[in-house]
């Protein structure tokens, strides 16, 4: 089995955020829009491209991991720091449980670590993450944006790559948003959603 991790090329856009759409499809709500913040993200200044990637498998897309600019602000002072986030970050279903993802997520964190980001925040699983040395945002002192800080809320994590301990319980409290970018309008999506094959939207036992 040969892996190959590279940017997607403008002639894969399309089978990639299939890629997406089938990844994604029912699991967080009925159908998905992941497939076109992906497409939309691409153009939008907060995108990082170079950091951006797809994962191959024999020469056929596995994966791919979207990164963009994001900021913390301070909830006293309304300071910003200037972070990185990641998503959408998809396997092929055709693809899962091969350790693809753990392999494109640990290549793309090195990148960014290289290229300077001091910490990388993402919505997930804190499981998974936990084994990429990712944390619950409450220990740096980070809650998401209108999160009621009384309840624990581990699924906001994460990575402070440099370790240079600028984001913390004592520098706090920190904020953290959606970076613009990430909004999807329903009859765009509609649109959208039109240009791939026909799939049943569904309600999944644990979504709203």
């Not at 980001?117 to 740096?140: E, Q, R």
Request: net charge negative; charged share 25%; glycine share 6%.
């Amino acid at each position: 089995m040969t892996v190959e991790i590279r940017q997607e090329l403008p002639s894969e856009y399309r089978e990639v955020e299939n890629l997406v759409r089938e990844a994604f499809w029912n699991v967080y709500q009925p159908g998905c829009s992941e497939h076109l913040i992906l497409h939309q993200f691409r153009h939008h200044p907060n995108y990082l491209k170079d950091l951006s990637k797809i994962i191959l498998v024999d020469g056929q897309i596995a994966g791919q991991i979207t990164y963009s600019k994001a900021l913390l602000r301070h909830e006293t002072t309304n300071e910003t720091k200037e972070i990185a986030l990641f998503g959408p970050f998809a396997i092929s279903p055709d693809f899962q449980k091969r350790g693809l993802g753990k392999q494109l997520l640990q290549t793309t964190l090195d990148e960014a670590k290289a290229a300077g980001i001091s910490y990388v925040i993402i919505l997930g699983d804190p499981d998974y993450y936990k084994k990429f040395a990712f944390l619950p945002a409450s220990t740096y002192g980070v809650a998401l944006e209108g999160q009621d800080k009384s309840e624990p809320f581990d699924f906001l994590q994460i990575l402070d790559l440099q370790a240079d301990g600028s984001i913390s319980q004592a520098t706090g409290p920190w904020i953290f948003a959606d970076p613009e970018g990430y909004e999807v309008d329903e009859k765009t999506l509609e649109a959208f959603d039109s240009q791939f094959p026909a799939k049943e939207k569904k309600v999944l036992p644990g979504q709203l």
